[in-house]
């Protein structure tokens, strides 16, 4: 079974954020007060906090690539097992409902580590890639976005953490490396915001699993 946000990931939360003030592209670079949480990758949450046991990510470029027409046979996502640059492709017209001539292919990290500084120079990789294995045309039109924390490379033994802050506060830590359970994935960032959140609300430190 394959999850799917119609309006993005970003409508996960859209939501539940109305009535609430979000401010963006400002670097964090101290802890504000009260509870905090901090829902990243490992090596982001560790600029501000010590993080037991850290784990590192991997780095993944993703390349959206359209074309004229849909000319593919793909059952809506794929994973793509000992090519050299690409490791998933998913069709982006079936996730958003409107069956766009879209597709979307998240780079291996070999290939990402080669083009972190330059991302854009991974379209050609990645376009040549999907023409092999889809049969897919030239693109009308591609974007490319740089994942330098894409996915982690290890997984803590609970579904979500704590550490302290330097003046004694307990800080909540979440993320799909806190997955002791399975592979992380999406289903287990949610699941670790969740139990993260459940701990905080129940006024226990986040130290594992929470009861509801």
């Not at 990931?9 to 109305?18: I, M, P, Q």
């Amino acid at each position: 079974m394959r999850w799917a946000t119609p309006g993005g990931l970003r409508s996960l939360v859209r939501d539940l954020l109305v009535g609430v003030p979000v401010r963006l592209g400002r670097a964090a670079e101290t802890l504000p007060d009260g509870t905090v949480v901090l829902a990243m990758p490992d090596p982001q949450a560790a600029r501000l906090v010590d993080v037991p046991d850290a784990v590192d990510c991997l780095p993944t470029i993703t390349v959206t690539v359209e074309y004229p027409a849909r000319e593919w046979l793909l059952p809506d996502a794929a994973f793509v097992h000992d090519h050299p640059d690409v490791e998933f492709v998913a069709d982006d017209g079936a996730r958003r409902g409107d069956g766009a001539p879209v597709l979307v292919a998240h780079s291996t990290p070999e290939l990402a580590r080669r083009h972190l500084d330059d991302p854009s120079a991974a379209i050609g990789p990645v376009t040549v890639a999907l023409r092999e294995l889809l049969g897919v045309p030239d693109p009308v039109r591609t974007h490319v976005h740089r994942w330098s924390f894409a996915k982690p490379d290890g997984r803590h033994p609970a579904h979500s953490g704590s550490t302290l802050a330097p003046d004694g506060r307990r800080i909540g830590l979440a993320g799909d490396q806190w997955c002791p359970d399975g592979s992380p994935r999406v289903e287990s960032a949610w699941r670790s915001g969740t139990d993260a959140a459940l701990a905080l609300l129940a006024g226990a430190a986040v130290r594992g699993p929470a009861s509801a």
